[in-house]
């Protein structure tokens, strides 16, 4: 739903180009985004696993085909893997597997889509953070990857590495992941979670993980969605209640507090739809007005101004209904939180975008955007936006932690005045330069050790980023 010890940058690839087709299903990764449409894939999002693109580009910032062959029926992406079911109902996944999380029985990154199990009754599939988990037709559910807060087993710690069934005495309608805890609906209408607790994500105790699914609610549920460390749910009379922290605002509450309990949302709207990121949420009512609040500092809320949280429902304005959102997976790397941007669709099957595009996992040219952004290229995609690539030539561009300097190679195809350092929330970084002959010198040795994003934009359109990991020599 929203999710590397890598980053997610731009790639799109598109695979239909009808225009009056409709987009019936989004999921982000990390820093990702996929659009599937009548079977085909668009894809947004960093390619150091191959997991959004063939190509050998650790790093895509333009169109590109993508999976063409195959025709998928569900999609799920994570903070570095992916999951989808086919049309025959078979099991596929491919992506980063330090944890397992892809199934395929060892942690060997798998570069390809890869069939996970001779089933072919597969009909749901999720992914979380480093956690993957599938529902067969009857209702059975099957999780593995990161399991230290019980999310799989309450057996040990240990990851898993191939698809292990959970929880045989309840019938799973479906599941989602947050952070490091799950909540599931069973086919009956009630919400159980397990897992890490210690925000009260999970339910309101001083338990710091719930090994075991406990039923969180009398009534009857008709959404669930996990966040990093708070969660959501819809009720059948159509209720929204929010749960955990709200440090950055993620429950709707007022002040800033932790480990709440249930909290009810906008008691005089119906909902029909809660989606619950890295500390922001969005609500969805049955009249197709969308609802935000939480964490904001890169503008993925899409309301149009800088407030970095946000404590109140908003609504966001649109000239027509809304029909889906999705948030990015996030990820802890180095003390700090990625996954800081959204998508949704509106009825007509527009595609908007917003929040950080440090790494162009939105498509667009600019790096970040504070309001929602159409997506004009999402049917008609242009094979001359393709440019020659400068970050996969070997020694074209070098960070030199002694120096503590990025070194790049110029040419005379390419224009210094083109590139720019930005963090992971698309602010650009300042930095001294030089040119030393034929080589560009931006001197980085003032800046926090963390990731950067250095960006290529030449006066001709080409666009292209890579990944700068600034650390200690």
């Known amino acids: 739903m929203r ?8 790639l799109i690839s598109y695979c239909c180009t009808a225009a009056s087709q409709t987009i019936p299903q989004v ?27 063939q190509s050998a580009s650790p790093i895509i910032a333009q169109p590109s085909e993508y ?19 086919m049309e025959d109902g078979t099991l596929w996944g491919w992506g980063s597997n330090e944890y397992g999380q892809v199934g395929t029985g060892d942690t060997l ?7 996970l199990s001779e089933a072919t009754n597969w009909r749901f599939v999720e992914c979380g953070q480093f956690t993957s988990y599938a529902i067969a037709e009857d209702g059975a559910l099957f999780g593995w990857g990161m399991n230290r807060a019980f999310q799989i087993s309450s057996d040990s710690m240990r990851s898993i590495s191939k698809p292990r069934k959970m929880f045989e005495h309840i019938r799973w309608g479906s599941v989602s992941s947050g952070g490091f805890h799950t909540l599931g609906l069973s086919e009956e209408g009630y919400i159980y979670g397990w897992g890490m607790n210690t925000a009260r994500q999970v339910m309101p105790s001083d338990e710091r993980f719930v090994p075991e699914p406990k039923k969180l609610l009398p009534q009857k549920v008709a959404r669930i969605a996990a966040g990093f460390v708070h969660s959501l749910c819809i009720d059948s009379a159509g209720h929204l209640f929010a749960w955990g922290s709200n440090a950055n605002g993620a429950c709707g509450i007022e002040q800033a507090s932790e480990g709440n309990g249930v909290n009810q949302i906008l008691s005089s ?21 969308l609802y935000a609040w939480g964490l904001n500092q890169a503008g993925q809320l899409g309301l149009g101004f800088e407030d970095y949280n946000v404590f109140t429902p908003t609504l966001v304005e649109h000239e027509s209904a809304w029909s889906s959102v999705a948030v990015a997976e996030g990820f802890y790397l180095n003390g700090f939180v990625y996954g800081t941007h959204s998508v949704a669709v509106d009825e007509y099957g527009a595609t908007f975008v917003t929040g950080s595009n440090f790494a162009g996992q939105l498509g667009l040219v600019e790096n970040s955007v504070r309001s929602w952004t159409k997506l004009d290229w999402i049917h008609e995609v242009s094979a001359d936006r393709s440019c020659p690539s400068i970050f996969l030539t070997e020694g074209k561009v070098v960070y030199d932690s002694e120096e503590e300097c990025i070194r790049i190679q110029l040419g005379d195809d390419i224009d210094e005045e083109g590139f720019s350092l930005y963090d992971a929330y698309g602010s650009e970084i300042d930095v001294d330069r030089e040119v030393e002959g034929s080589t560009l ?6 800046l926090q050790r963390k990731r950067y994003f250095l960006r290529y934009h030449s006066s001709g ?8 990991d600034i650390v200690d020599p």
């Open 3 to 10: 999710i590397l010890l890598l980053v997610f940058v731009s």
């Open 27 to 53: 999921t982000c990764g990390g820093e990702s985004t996929m659009i599937m449409n009548d079977g085909t894939i668009v894809a947004m999002g960093s390619n150091f696993y191959n997991t959004v693109s």
């Open 67 to 85: 999976i063409c062959d195959r025709r998928w029926k569900m999609i799920s992406a994570g903070s570095f893997h992916c999951l989808g079911i």
């Open 109 to 115: 990154p798998v570069y390809e889509p890869r069939r």
């Open 269 to 289: 709207v119906t909902w029909k739809e809660c989606i619950a990121g890295p500390e922001y949420s969005f609500g969805l009512t049955t009249g197709g007005q």
């Open 441 to 446: 010198l931006m001197d980085v040795a003032d």
């Open 461 to 468: 359109g080409c666009l292209e980023r890579t990944v700068i």
